[in-house]
Each structure stands twice: as structure tokens, then as C-alpha cells.
């Protein structure tokens, strides 16, 4: 069997048959001694360019919503041979497996009336909006500037009013939170200074329309010298309610001799008052490590962009791009993630 999907199968078997690696309970200990929070799926990569209906360099970083229906919906980022993203939707019954693509994309750069979508649009974040009765989707165009953060609303994923940039150049990973607080929608986003003197932080934003923003701030910071986060920062996936707070996970840069290592961490905010950050892990609990992961167009990348939470078991799956190539889902329970967060923040 010489297909991607195989040869993840067997390497996931390997895996889980090294020494130290225990699948008995909601925490994985790994033979570095670690505990393993979120549990890759065995049959990952769920997605990869080869299931595609059309030509395509690289399916990744995918948006993720629990539609109405029941089925997980993903708006998937897809990169062709010029090296432009695209946004095309999958629809799975269990968010797992049988994945139905679409055809033809759901939202493509269209530099002509949106000049900033000029080399792409990339990484969206979904985001449902009960008081607007619609999904709002916060996803990165590459405009000539450089990326910022632009804001699209849907019923259905099929028709979509763009509403164009929401912030200027350079700024990316950006979410709604799901409703107003205080009154006033709320941003988070990674704003990027030029000056060289800033590292790249996750700041929050305000809003009483969804167009107007201010009420600026920084909300967690870069780490310093060694730290798996020193430098830049962004959010991953859009906050995720828990009874604890909002719970982010958020990812961090390690710039090596052999290029960026992309991980996750986890924080926690409070959940009237974001502006505030409880706790936040010391140490990276998602990084690389499958091959899928290690090997692609960017090597040692996990990203996300979305998760999606299953409330009659309280477990998030979390979908996630594997070296800017492919996409893998790892699951973990909301409650283990908030524990593992009180011991180690
Ligand atoms: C970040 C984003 C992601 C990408 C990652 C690794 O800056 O642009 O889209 O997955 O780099 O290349």
C-alpha cells in the first residue's frame, strides 16, 4: 500500500507501538516523558493534496465549524502552483472520516475588487455570530503591503459578503470572539512593528460595528531568549468557551539553524473580561513530531485554525496544518487541557 494515507498508517502503528506510550487513559505519556494531551488520529493525515478534486499543491490550515446539520464543516486553505491560496469547503458526517469536497472553491482572491487579496487569501478562522445569524469567517490577505486581516460573513458557506480589511498590514491570526462583550465586538489579532524593536505579540481589539476598531491592546507577549515562544506569537484556533474562562490555544516560533518550529501552547482568559490572562502554559504542549509533520513545503509545522468541540463527550477536535502540506486532527478532552493548564501555567 504506497498511498499517503498508508504509509501514515503505518507510521502512526510505529508510533504507538514505542516503549513509554501508553493509550489507556485521556493523557499519553511519550517516551520523552512528556504527557501527550492531544491524541493524533491514527488514520492522519485526513486531508491531503492527492483527495483533492482539482490540481493542488498543498491543503492546509483549515477554518472549522459544527454546522447545524451536525456535520463538521472545514474551509479548507489551498495553495496552487503559483503559490496563491484559495478557500474550498470538506463536509464530514464525523469530522474524522469520509470527507466530501467540494468541486470547486468557496472563496478565491479577487485582487480586482479587493486589491489586497492580491497574492491570496490564507488561514481562516470560523467563527458563528448568534446575534448576526451567521458565520463570520477572519482569514489573512496577502496584499502587496503585506497580510492583514480581513473579515467575510456567510449563511452557508456558498455566498459570502465580503467586508475587506479590518485591520492594516502586517497583522494575521485573527478571531472573533462569539458574541459582544461590554457591549462591543471583540478582536484577537497578531499586529507585527517594522521597527525591529517589537516582537510579533497577540493584541485585542474592540468594536461596536465590526468595522471601527480601537481600544488597542497588547494581550500576551512574546517570550524572551530560549522560550518555544520567543519572538512571535499568534493565536491559532478562535477562543473556545470553557466554564474556566476562554481558553486559547495559541501558537509559538522557534527559529533554529534549520528554519521556524512551529508548536502550540495553551492560556487561558478571563471569560468577562479577556482583557485579562489567567494563566499560561510555561511549555509547548503540541509541537511536530509525526512525519506528516516534519516533512512537506514547510518541515516541523503544526498550525491551526480550528477546532471543533463534541458536547456530549467535552472533546475538542482539533484540526491542524501539517507542514504546510497536509491536515491531521489530534483530540483531547477540555477538561484534561484546562488541568493540564492549572499544573503547568
Ligand atoms: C505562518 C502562517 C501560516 C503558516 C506558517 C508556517 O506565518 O503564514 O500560514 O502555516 O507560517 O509556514
Not at 479577487?110 to 448576526?132: A, K, M, T
Not at 463534541?310 to 507542514?323: F, K, N, Q, R, V
Amino acid at each position: 500500500m504506497d498511498t499517503v494515507e498508508g504509509q501514515m498508517a503505518r507510521q502512526s502503528v510505529e508510533r504507538q507501538n514505542m516503549p513509554g506510550i501508553s493509550s489507556s487513559s485521556d493523557i499519553f505519556v511519550d517516551r520523552t516523558g512528556f504527557a501527550e494531551l492531544f491524541k493524533r488520529h491514527a488514520g492522519n493525515p485526513i486531508l491531503a493534496p492527492g483527495h483533492w478534486p482539482y490540481p493542488a499543491n498543498s491543503v492546509f490550515n483549515p477554518g472549522a465549524t459544527r454546522l447545524a446539520s451536525g456535520e463538521t464543516l472545514l474551509l479548507v486553505r489551498v495553495e496552487d502552483r503559483r503559490g496563491a491560496s484559495h478557500f474550498t469547503v470538506a463536509r464530514s458526517a464525523d469530522g474524522i472520516s469520509g470527507w466530501r469536497i467540494d468541486d470547486s472553491p468557496a472563496l478565491i482572491p479577487l485582487p480586482q475588487e479587493y486589491p489586497e487579496e492580491l497574492w491570496g487569501i490564507e488561514d481562516p478562522r470560523i467563527v458563528w455570530l448568534e446575534e448576526l445569524q451567521r458565520y463570520a469567517i477572519t482569514y489573512t490577505s496577502f496584499s502587496r503591503n503585506g497580510p492583514l486581516v480581513a473579515l467575510a460573513l456567510t449563511e452557508d458557506f456558498r455566498t459570502f459578503e465580503r467586508r475587506g480589511p479590518i485591520t492594516p498590514p502586517e497583522d494575521k491570526d485573527a478571531a472573533l470572539f462569539p458574541s459582544r462583550i461590554g457591549g462591543r465586538w471583540a478582536l484577537i489579532h497578531r499586529p507585527v512593528a517594522t521597527t525591529g524593536l517589537s516582537k510579533a505579540n497577540i493584541w485585542l481589539s474592540f468594536s461596536p460595528d465590526l468595522k471601527h476598531w480601537g481600544d488597542h491592546m497588547m494581550l500576551m507577549e512574546a517570550r524572551e531568549g530560549s522560550f518555544w515562544d520567543a519572538g512571535k506569537i499568534g493565536l491559532s484556533p478562535p477562543p473556545i468557551e470553557t466554564p474556566e474562562g476562554w481558553l486559547l490555544i495559541y501558537h509559538g516560533v522557534r527559529h533554529t539553524a534549520s528554519g521556524s518550529l512551529y508548536r502550540m501552547g495553551l492560556a487561558l482568559l478571563d471569560r468577562d473580561d479577556p482583557r485579562i490572562v489567567i494563566r499560561r502554559s510555561h511549555d509547548w504542549m503540541f509541537g511536530p513530531s509525526a512525519g506528516y509533520e516534519s516533512m512537506g513545503d514547510v518541515p516541523n509545522v503544526v498550525f491551526s485554525c480550528g477546532t471543533v468541540t463534541d458536547e456530549s463527550t467535552g472533546e475538542l477536535h482539533m484540526y491542524y496544518g501539517a507542514a504546510d502540506t497536509s491536515i491531521g486532527v489530534a483530540t483531547a478532552k477540555v477538561s484534561t487541557l484546562l488541568d493540564w493548564l492549572r499544573e503547568n501555567g
